[in-house]
């Protein structure tokens, strides 16, 4: 299992930016696929965006689409999410996922579907 640890989270205003680090260690990382999900207070955790492990292959939530951007570097173990115009409901809890795979274009946007998690990062964002 690998081991997950975000970072880059803040208070920002909207229409700003952040960019979310999430590094990896402990087995493999370019043989998972990754993704971004958020938690909001009293909402359930939903999908933000996914990268496949060769990077070829991504997705996104149809509300972050355009503002956000997910990407990696196998070579630092880390996958990052570059966020813009950032809104006001974007504030939530920030967390990576990861799971193991053998395909290299696989993408999933299934939250049972992640078997390791990060403890989350703090995004909140000011009118």
């Known amino acids: 299992q690998v081991l997950l640890g975000e970072s880059g989270g803040g208070l920002v205003q909207a229409g700003g930016s952040l960019r979310l680090s999430c590094a990896a260690s402990g087995r493999t990382f370019s043989n998972y696929a990754m993704g971004w999900f958020r938690q909001a207070p009293g909402k359930e955790r939903e999908f933000v965006a996914a990268?496949?492990?060769?990077?070829?292959?991504?997705h996104y939530a149809d509300s972050v689409k355009g503002r956000f951007t997910i990407s990696r570097d196998n070579a630092q173990n880390t996958v990052y999410l570059q966020m813009n115009s950032l809104k006001p409901e974007d504030t939530a809890v920030y967390y990576c996922?990861?799971?193991?795979?053998?395909?290299?274009?696989?993408?999933?946007?299934?939250?049972?579907?992640?078997?390791?998690w990060g403890q989350g990062t703090q995004v909140t964002v000011s009118s």
């Open positions: 990268i496949s492990w060769s990077g070829g292959s991504t």
């Open positions: 996922a990861a799971e193991a795979t053998y395909s290299s274009d696989y993408v999933t946007l299934v939250h049972a579907s992640y078997g390791s």
